[in-house]
């Protein structure tokens, strides 16, 4: 069976049965939750032979600032035959002019070079039970009327409108603050995922502000399983490790675009939404 003889069709809701299917294949650990998520704030196409759904790519767009390439999965014995290259190309079709963004596998980096994508830097996948641990001062739940400003903030520091994501994140999880003033100056959020629930994204001005809105969540979770995807430049790691978030695994930040927007000086991301959104 040649590849020319597969379909690519526009991803629906009636395909996330499958799609969760080829992620276990892959050694993912994506919920069907985590697959309704993405979907529904993305575009994207499945690869079909016969019926049968052997590829994924999703495009997940902040607005026109950027969008994310995620899910990228093709069946373990369709490799080899290009199929690969032709979800990146209609994934590339979908994000249209978008400066564009992922997070490769060291098995994805050579397709993801050949279209166009740069190496901007590590993430780090950092999970485990968490330890017990006391809840830090000066971080609180927020509250419905915080998301505003949470969005804000994490524009500046992404340098794209997310709200859309944030939105989605206040529906199926919790956010915690730091205000200063009376502004929100730093936010974390939590979110069930995969085998347990995922913190991020996290935003702070600064690591100690970063593990604070950490810290608060590991202290209402001891025993639990949580993660973590950090970027290795910002130095929290080692400080994720002695929580009991071991260092499990690296991926690769790429970008299309050597002019992305500048994020906002006074906000950094601490740690991603997930590696598939950014």
């Not at 919790?174 to 974390?188: D, K, L, P, Y």
């Amino acid at each position: 069976m040649q590849t020319r003889q597969i379909d690519l069709i526009a991803f629906s809701p009636e395909h996330l049965d499958a799609a969760v299917s080829l992620s276990r294949q892959a050694g993912w650990p994506h919920r069907p939750e985590d697959w309704q998520m993405a979907l529904a704030l993305s575009e994207g196409v499945v690869a079909v032979e016969d019926d049968r759904i052997v590829g994924t790519v999703l495009v997940t767009s902040y607005k026109e600032d950027c969008a994310t390439i995620n899910m990228v999965i093709v069946d373990e014995a369709m490799r080899g035959r290009g199929l690969g290259r032709r979800l990146m190309d209609a994934a590339l079709r979908i994000a249209g002019n978008r400066p564009l963004r992922l997070v490769a596998t060291a098995e994805g980096l050579p397709l993801y070079e050949k279209v166009g994508f740069r190496e901007t830097g590590r993430v780090l996948q950092q999970q485990g039970v968490v330890r017990e641990t006391a809840a830090p001062a000066g971080v609180e739940p927020a509250n419905a009327s915080d998301v505003t400003a949470i969005a804000e903030l994490d524009r500046g520091a992404f340098g794209a409108d997310r709200g859309d994501l944030i939105a989605y994140i206040a529906t199926v999880g919790e956010f915690a603050v730091i205000r200063r003033e009376g502004r929100v100056c730093g936010f974390s959020a939590l979110r069930p995922f995969g085998r347990g629930e995922v913190i991020g994204p996290v935003v702070a001005a600064d690591l100690n502000d970063a593990k604070a809105l950490i810290a608060h969540f590991i202290a209402r979770r001891p025993g639990q399983f949580l993660r973590v995807d950090t970027i290795a430049a910002t130095g929290l790691g080692p400080w994720l490790t002695e929580q009991g978030l071991a260092h499990v695994g690296d991926a690769i930040a790429m970008t299309t675009s050597v002019n992305q927007r500048a994020a906002d000086a006074t906000a950094t991301t601490f740690a991603l939404a997930n590696q598939a959104l950014g």
